[in-house]
C-alpha cells in the first residue's frame, strides 16, 4: 500500500515514515522545499522507490494535495506548526486548519483510492488547564484554548494559540468528514499524543535546533540548565517516545476498529525531576558529560491533576509504550552520537 505522509521533514514525521516504511509501505512525504527532502532522500536510500519526496509550497494552498491523493490508499497528516515564534494567533491556526481542510478536500475531490485519514492532532485539543484532579478522555476539547484566543487575541499566550490551532484543526476535520459523509470512500481517526520525546532522526545539526519538544529534555539536562528545584519537581505534563507515536500512525490506519474515533496515546506524567533522576541512574551514563542532579526523587510527590484514559488506545491499537528508562537512554545515546 502507498501512504502519503505530510510535513515528512518534522520531528515526528520521520519517525511516522520510517514506520511505515519498516512495515513494508511505500511512503509519499511532502515537505517545502528541495532542500529539506536531501536529508530524508539520505536516510531512507536502502529503501529505493518505497520512499519518494514530494514538494508542498503551501499545504494551505487551493488544490495543494489534488495530484498526490490520487494513486495513495492513506494519508497521514502531520504537519502543523508546533514552535512558540510568533504573535498573531493565525501563525499558528491558518497553517492547522487550512492545512488540514486542504489535505481533506483533495482526498475528497481525487482520492479515489484512500481508505483512511490519520491526522496528528495532540493532547493539546483535548485537554485543559485544572487545580483538582481530572481525568480526560476523547470526549473532551479544549474550547478554554479558543475561548482565551477569542477573548485576548495576540496578548493570549503562544502555547494557547498553539492548542487553539490543534483544537480548531481537529474540528474542523471532524466537521468536513459528518459534512461530506454520502461523498467520501474514506474514514478519519485522529491520534492525541501529549508532549513527544525520544531520538532524533530528522535533520538537525545543533541542539538549539530541536523541535520545541524534543528540546525540553535536552534543556533539563544541561550542566547549564537554570531550572530551581521547585520548577524541576513539578508536574510538567504527559508524554510518550516518539518511536510508540509513529507505530500508533501506522496502527491507526491498520486497525479496522479504529475508524471514526479519537485516540489518546499517553505513557504517563512526568517532572523533570523525573527525567534527571533517570539520567543520573543509568549506568554506565550515555554522556561523557554530567547531568544537574536537582533534588533526587523529589519529582515523586508532583500532584499531577491532568490525568489521561488512554484505554481506547490500548484495546482498539493495541498500543504499548516504551519506558521512560529506555527512552532517556536512547536519547542521551542520540546526544552522545552527536557530541551534544
Ligand atoms: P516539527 O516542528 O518537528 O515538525 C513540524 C512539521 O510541520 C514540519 O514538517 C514543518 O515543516 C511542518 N510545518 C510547520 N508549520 C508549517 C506550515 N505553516 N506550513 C506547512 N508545514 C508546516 O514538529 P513535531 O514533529 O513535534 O510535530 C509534528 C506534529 O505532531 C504536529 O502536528 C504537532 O502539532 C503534533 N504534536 C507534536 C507534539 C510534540 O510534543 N512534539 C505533541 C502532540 C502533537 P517545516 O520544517 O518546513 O517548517
Redesign the pocket.
Known amino acids: 500500500d502507498r501512504v502519503l505522509v505530510t510535513?515528512?521533514?518534522?520531528?515526528?514525521?520521520v519517525w511516522v515514515v520510517k514506520s511505515f516504511l519498516d512495515k513494508g509501505y511505500t511512503v509519499v512525504g511532502t515537505?517545502?522545499s528541495e532542500a529539506?527532502g536531501t536529508h530524508l532522500k539520505k536516510i531512507f536510500k536502502e529503501h529505493g522507490d518505497r520512499f519518494q519526496l514530494a514538494i508542498v509550497k503551501?499545504?494551505?494552498a487551493d488544490g495543494a494535495f489534488d495530484e498526490l491523493v490520487k494513486d495513495v490508499d492513506a494519508i497521514a497528516h502531520?504537519?502543523?506548526?508546533?514552535?512558540m515564534e510568533g504573535e498573531d494567533p493565525q501563525v499558528w491556526i491558518h497553517?492547522a486548519v487550512n492545512?488540514t481542510i486542504s489535505v481533506l478536500k483533495s482526498a475528497l475531490k481525487n482520492g479515489k483510492n484512500v481508505k483512511r485519514v490519520v491526522i496528528?492532532?495532540?493532547?493539546?485539543a483535548v485537554q485543559k488547564a485544572v487545580t483538582e484532579p481530572q481525568t480526560f478522555t476523547e470526549e473532551d476539547w479544549n474550547q478554554a484554548s479558543i475561548d482565551e484566543v477569542e477573548t485576548k487575541g495576540k496578548d493570549a499566550s503562544n502555547i494557547m494559540k498553539y492548542c487553539a490551532s490543534?483544537t480548531l484543526a481537529e474540528r474542523s476535520a471532524w466537521e468536513f468528514v459528518k459534512e461530506h459523509k454520502s461523498e467520501i470512500s474514506w474514514d478519519l481517526t485522529t491520534l492525541n499524543?501529549?508532549?513527544?520525546f525520544g531520538p532524533v532522526l530528522?535533520e538537525i545539526s545543533k541542539p538549539e535546533d530541536l523541535?520545541?519538544?524534543a528540546k525540553l529534555i535536552w534543556q533539563c539536562t544541561q550542566p547549564s540548565s537554570t531550572m530551581t528545584a521547585e520548577q524541576l519537581a513539578a508536574p510538567a505534563g504527559e508524554w510518550i517516545d516518539v518511536r510508540d507515536i509513529a507505530l500508533a500512525h501506522v496502527l491507526a490506519l491498520e486497525k479496522e476498529a479504529a475508524s471514526g474515533q479519537r485516540f489518546i496515546t499517553s505513557t504517563g506524567a512526568f517532572t523533570y525531576q523525573d527525567w534527571l533522576d533517570i539520567a543520573n541512574s543509568l549506568s554506565p551514563s550515555p554522556l561523557k558529560r554530567d547531568v544537574p542532579k536537582g533534588v533526587t526523587g523529589a519529582g515523586k510527590a508532583a500532584k499531577h491533576n491532568v490525568k489521561f484514559d488512554t484505554s481506547n488506545a490500548a484495546k482498539v491499537l493495541d498500543l504499548k509504550y516504551i519506558s521512560a528508562e529506555h527512552s532517556l537512554k536512547d536519547t542521551l545515546e542520540d546526544y552522545a552520537q552527536r557530541g551534544w
Open positions: 510535513g515528512a521533514n518534522g520531528f515526528l514525521a515537505v517545502r529539506k503551501d499545504i494551505t502531520t504537519a502543523s506548526p508546533f514552535h497553517p492545512g496528528t492532532s495532540s493532547c493539546a490543534k499524543p501529549p508532549y513527544i530528522h523541535n520545541t519538544s
